[in-house]
């Protein structure tokens, strides 16, 4: 394949420590450990699709079996560089974990690793989604990876690190590869273009941007697919929204400006019209909270020319709109968004809870916009009545305000359940369903006393530990006040379980010495009473 015949992330892929882009920190400090010849026996590379793993490993590889392309490309047509790159290297074995997952695998990996290299100066072995091996794989690892042969280097790369051993991670050097900055990244394909001769414009390198979220791969991908679709002609930020189904941000404000004008026809027209041109329900919800983030915080955000998320014409509009609104509305519609966002994957047609999120909305607004209204109201008319106008005596006033304080006592009264002593607590903990703190109350506390937000318990070694902090946690929520529970070296009263025991016994003791009692038995000789339950009738 010819150079000009390669797609762009081929083409462009780094070859050295200096030609990556975003992780300067991270080439330097593993450039600086080889050139001193203090290299890791492991190394872990972790990060989104498309960050760079591969290519930090081969180049890594590189530089440990080759001096020249350690500081630069390798000019010499050497034995080691190109077979490295185009993944051909006798002592250089590259692995897919997600197609090699079992420990036969590794045994034969670790089986092969005894031998050192044919050609290169190490041994490498390069694991992609390292992640995918199976437990057993890892700990079949673990062993040689802590004290490899001296020829022999492992790389590993991963998207998922959560999901590899402590273990295994105790023993590499991990390096996280964060997303490209998007300033970087829109340099970086300014420049492609440049070198490729094609005319794009700014805005349309900064969709891409936006769509790749970081990953340069990504990055590259897009940008071939709009220029192979547009050809030789120039690639503007219109047609490159038609080509990636990206629905401009303005539209979003006209539908938001729809909404508050309570137009349910031309609201679902706008939506319908967004999905035509190939957004989908998730996608727009999401695009939709982005709008609202910046409609709330638009005083935060600076305007410049290199902003990547925000051109000027989307930058006047939000903050023209942002003045009419009330942030109260703008986080109400947040919320139900996120709601809305929760819901969509249980609808089978997703456009229909698209349309009536929609239109809730608008009874949102209406809803939010009437409290605010009566709360205004209020405002204005205590002021007006009672100051300017003064309608109304100072007398009345301080009746109003008595019988507001009187309302909120009652209130706060009601709020604040009391609880006089144990067999208040047991009932109150059935009434709002604590059933496991009723368990411990009947079953393993002895009490001692009970007075006042006092309660003094005997010590028992069934007590679960957290009851005294549960119980004085849930206790502060009824009553409002601070409850002190402690333990006494008393012995303490019967609890409610060995009562309950002790007055059935009683019972059955009374109803044994019973004549009706006596009279079973010479009818049924064999009869065993075993309970007694008293009915009303």
């Given amino acids: 394949m010819t150079t000009k015949s390669q797609v762009l992330a081929l083409k462009y892929r780094p070859q050295t420590f200096k030609d990556l882009i975003g992780h300067e920190e991270i080439a330097t400090t593993i450039y600086n450990s080889i050139k001193n010849n203090i290299p890791a026996n492991a190394f872990l590379f972790t990060g989104i699709r498309g960050i760079g793993k591969t290519t930090f490993a081969r180049i890594v590889a590189k530089a440990l079996n080759c001096e020249q392309a350690l500081e630069s490309i390798c000019k010499k047509k050497c034995d080691h560089c190109e077979p490295i790159a185009n993944s051909s290297h006798i002592d250089v074995l590259e692995m897919d974990a997600a197609s090699k997952t079992g420990v036969d695998d590794v045994r034969e990996l670790i089986e092969f690793s005894r031998y050192p290299p044919s050609a290169a100066k190490f041994k490498i072995f390069i694991i992609d989604e390292v992640h995918m091996l199976s437990k057993q794989a890892f700990n079949a690892l673990l062993k040689t990876l802590e004290e490899p042969p001296k020829y022999l280097k492992f790389i590993f790369a991963t998207t998922e690190v959560k999901k590899i051993p402590i273990t295994v991670i105790s023993r590499c050097q991990r390096y996280d590869l964060s997303r490209i900055k998007s300033e970087e990244l829109f340099v970086y394909l300014k420049n492609i273009t440049i070198k490729e001769e094609k005319n794009v414009e700014d805005n349309a390198i900064k969709l891409i941007v936006k769509l790749s979220e970081g990953s340069v791969r990504d990055a590259l991908s897009l940008l071939d697919r709009a220029t192979i679709s547009n050809n030789e002609n120039s690639l503007t930020f219109e047609y490159a929204q038609k080509i990636f189904g990206y629905v401009n941000k303005s539209s979003y404000i006209d539908l938001l400006e729809i909404i508050f004008l309570g137009n349910e026809k031309e609201i679902i027209n706008h939506y319908r019209q967004l999905y035509n041109s190939g ?5 727009f919800l999401n695009d939709f909270l982005e709008i609202l983030y910046y409609l709330k915080n638009i005083s ?23 003045k009419k609104l009330d942030p109260n509305t703008i986080l109400l519609f947040w919320e139900f968004t996120l709601k809305t966002l929760k819901e969509i994957k249980i609808v089978a047609n997703q456009n229909l809870l698209i349309e009536m999120y929609l239109i809730q909305l608008t009874y949102l607004k209406k809803k939010n916009v009437k409290e605010n209204n009566y709360q205004n109201k209020i405002k204005n008319t205590s002021i007006k009545d009672i100051d300017v106008k003064n309608t109304i005596n100072k007398d009345a006033v301080n009746q109003i305000k008595n019988i507001k304080q009187e309302e909120e006592k009652k209130i706060e009264k009601k709020n604040n359940l009391e609880i006089n002593n144990f067999e208040d607590l047991i009932k109150m903990c059935v009434q709002k369903k604590e059933m496991k703190l009723k368990y411990e109350l009947e079953n393993n506390i002895n009490l001692v006393s009970f007075s006042n937000t006092n309660i003094e318990i005997a010590f028992n070694d069934k007590l679960n530990k957290s009851f005294v902090k549960d119980l004085s946690e849930k206790l502060y929520i009824w009553t409002k006040s601070r409850w002190l529970i402690s333990f006494s070296k008393e012995k303490g009263a019967m609890s409610e379980k060995e009562k309950k025991k002790g007055l059935k016994k009683k019972n059955i003791k009374e109803y044994e010495s019973s004549n009706e009692f006596k009279n079973l038995l010479k009818a049924l000789p064999d009869i065993e009473l075993i309970d007694i339950e008293k009915k009303d009738d």
């Fill in 300 to 322: 935060n955000i600076e305007n410049e020319g290199s902003n990547i998320t925000l051109n000027d014409s989307d930058y006047k509009n939000i903050t023209s709109l942002s």
């Fill in 279 to 283: 957004i989908e329900p998730e996608l």
